[in-house]
């Protein structure tokens, strides 16, 4: 079974920075993209970035150049580095996984206050 574990998560003021961690299991990690999104109160889930089982990435134009997305295949772990957090920031983040038909976290909430 599936399951991916978020982490990470909390209150920073602008300007800041935060590292989200999602730790995988029940599949074979390295061999599936692995994503993040986010949710903000009121809209729709977007995504953010995602890595491919090769190493490469995708960036949402609102994050591109502060977000940075990782993985480490022998940690089953995928993070998301935020730098120059922005209030518009704010939302739960949720971990995605490509394997199967999709498997996603139960999201951690991020807050940047101004």
């Known amino acids: 079974q599936v399951q991916l574990v978020e982490s990470g998560g909390g209150l920073v003021r602008a300007g800041g920075s935060l590292t989200l961690s999602c730790a995988a299991s029940?599949?074979?990690?390295?061999?599936?993209?692995m994503g993040w999104y986010r949710q903000a109160a009121g809209k729709q889930r977007e995504f953010v970035a995602d890595?491919?089982?090769?190493?490469?990435?995708n960036y949402a134009y609102a994050v591109k150049g502060r977000f940075t997305i990782s993985r480490d295949n022998g940690k089953n772990t995928v993070y998301l580095q935020m730098n120059s957090l922005k209030p518009e920031d704010t939302a739960v983040y949720y971990c995605?996984?490509?394997?199967?038909?999709?498997?996603w976290g139960q999201g951690t909430q991020v807050t940047v206050s101004s």
């Open positions: 995605w996984s490509g394997s199967g038909s999709g498997n």
């Open positions: 890595i491919t089982s090769g190493g490469s990435t």
């Open positions: 029940g599949y074979r990690f390295g061999f599936n993209a």
